[in-house]
């Protein structure tokens, strides 16, 4: 080890057997002792660390791979060398350009990336980051305590359309985004990035959405606890977020051949500015001329569709 290297081994916790690095400490350690210009590669160092720890504990075939703004630790053979990093850095410069002044990638080192093969382990892995009680299923989470990073569950789904969801959500975790807002634009970005599972969106599903809103109201879905539940809401809500950001994308696109770029400043600025705290109501009539139960009624139809704020 250099001698100049910021030893992070004693610096651990164990739980459900697995280190979980005390980042708080950490953080004390590195501020007074790493210059502001050395500090990303110093925390991408301390990241190896983590990973090397994290790996050796989960299994002899866990190994880091590495990219220009990655670090993946996975199992090999059930993830091949270069499967997901070449992916990765395609989606953080999509990102990047395709929401200006929005997405940012804001981790004080390289991204990780954690891909766990089984459901135990990775729910084991993720057991100290939620309460106790039921929760929905998931095949990926951008955990946004301590070192933010994203654990992919690689035995559910398609892991490439995960990690492109993923990594929306890491470009987005700088604002305070009503979870229905950033739920609806990481399904875009999977769904356009990876061109699997588009949304197909007929009269069926209309209806469908239709009758559960109006007997459930629209509280859970703009305030997000319908994200998270272990029910017909989850899958109700994911498909609604994506299918208000759909429309909102196409009513401010630019327009008169590009030339007019007012409706796309417009809704750059809402999300900017979207804040969970009213579930984007006061961004939405400021920048997007209109109130919630209109943005929802686009798709529901004539009706009360607001929030209980």
């Given at each position: 080890?250099?001698?100049?290297?910021?030893d992070i081994s004693d610096s651990f916790t164990w739980e459900e057997d697995l280190p979980r690095p005390q980042w708080d400490l950490i953080r004390t350690?590195?501020?007074?002792?790493?210059?502001?210009?050395?500090?990303?590669?110093?925390?991408?160092?301390?990241?190896?660390?983590?990973?090397?720890?994290?790996?050796?504990?989960?299994?002899r075939d866990f190994r880091i791979d590495e990219s220009d703004h990655f670090l993946l630790l996975a199992a090999h053979p059930e993830l091949p060398p270069?499967?997901?990093?070449?992916?990765?850095?395609?989606?953080?410069?999509?990102?990047?350009?395709?929401?200006?002044?929005?997405?940012?990638?804001?981790?004080?080192?390289?991204?990780?990336?954690?891909?766990?093969?089984?459901?135990?382990?990775?729910?084991?892995?993720?057991?100290?980051?939620?309460?106790?009680?039921?929760?929905?299923?998931?095949?990926?989470?951008?955990?946004?305590?301590?070192?933010?990073?994203?654990?992919?569950?690689?035995?559910?789904?398609?892991?490439?359309?995960?990690?492109?969801?993923?990594?929306?959500?890491?470009?987005?975790?700088?604002?305070?985004?009503?979870?229905?807002?950033?739920e609806g634009l990481a399904q875009m970005f999977e769904h356009d990035m990876t061109g699997r599972a588009q949304l197909l969106v007929d009269a069926e599903?209309?209806?469908?959405?239709?009758?559960?809103?109006?007997?459930?109201?629209?509280?859970?879905?703009?305030?997000?606890?319908?994200?998270?539940?272990?029910?017909?809401?989850?899958?109700?809500?994911?498909?609604?977020?994506?299918?208000?950001?759909?429309?909102?994308?196409?009513?401010?696109?630019?327009?008169?051949?590009?030339?007019?770029?007012?409706?796309?400043?417009?809704?750059?600025?809402?999300?900017?500015?979207?804040?969970?705290?009213?579930?984007?109501?006061?961004?939405?009539?400021?920048?997007?001329?209109?109130?919630?139960?209109?943005?929802?009624?686009?798709?529901?139809?004539?009706?009360?569709?607001?929030?209980?704020?």
């Amino acid at each position: 080890m250099p001698a100049d290297r910021l030893d992070i081994s004693d610096s651990f916790t164990w739980e459900e057997d697995l280190p979980r690095p005390q980042w708080d400490l950490i953080r004390t350690w590195v501020e007074p002792q790493v210059e502001p210009d050395d500090r990303a590669a110093a925390w991408t160092d301390i990241a190896r660390q983590w990973l090397e720890k994290l790996g050796g504990a989960l299994g002899r075939d866990f190994r880091i791979d590495e990219s220009d703004h990655f670090l993946l630790l996975a199992a090999h053979p059930e993830l091949p060398p270069g499967a997901l990093l070449p992916l990765a850095e395609r989606c953080r410069k999509t990102l990047l350009t395709a929401l200006p002044g929005v997405t940012a990638f804001r981790v004080p080192g390289k991204q990780v990336v954690v891909g766990l093969a089984t459901p135990e382990l990775y729910y084991t892995y993720l057991s100290v980051y939620y309460p106790e009680g039921h929760h929905g299923g998931s095949a990926g989470v951008h955990v946004r305590e301590g070192y933010r990073h994203i654990a992919l569950h690689l035995g559910q789904g398609v892991p490439e359309s995960t990690l492109a969801h993923e990594l929306t959500h890491a470009s987005l975790a700088h604002l305070t985004l009503p979870q229905w807002v950033e739920e609806g634009l990481a399904q875009m970005f999977e769904h356009d990035m990876t061109g699997r599972a588009q949304l197909l969106v007929d009269a069926e599903m209309a209806r469908e959405h239709k009758r559960y809103w109006k007997k459930h109201g629209m509280d859970a879905f703009w305030r997000g606890e319908g994200f998270t539940r272990a029910d017909k809401a989850q899958r109700l809500s994911y498909q609604l977020a994506e299918i208000l950001l759909r429309l909102l994308c196409t009513d401010h696109r630019p327009r008169w051949f590009g030339l007019d770029k007012e409706p796309q400043r417009q809704f750059l600025a809402f999300l900017r500015e979207a804040d969970d705290s009213d579930c984007g109501e006061s961004a939405a009539r400021e920048h997007l001329r209109r109130g919630l139960s209109d943005v929802a009624g686009q798709f529901l139809g004539p009706g009360d569709w607001s929030p209980g704020l």
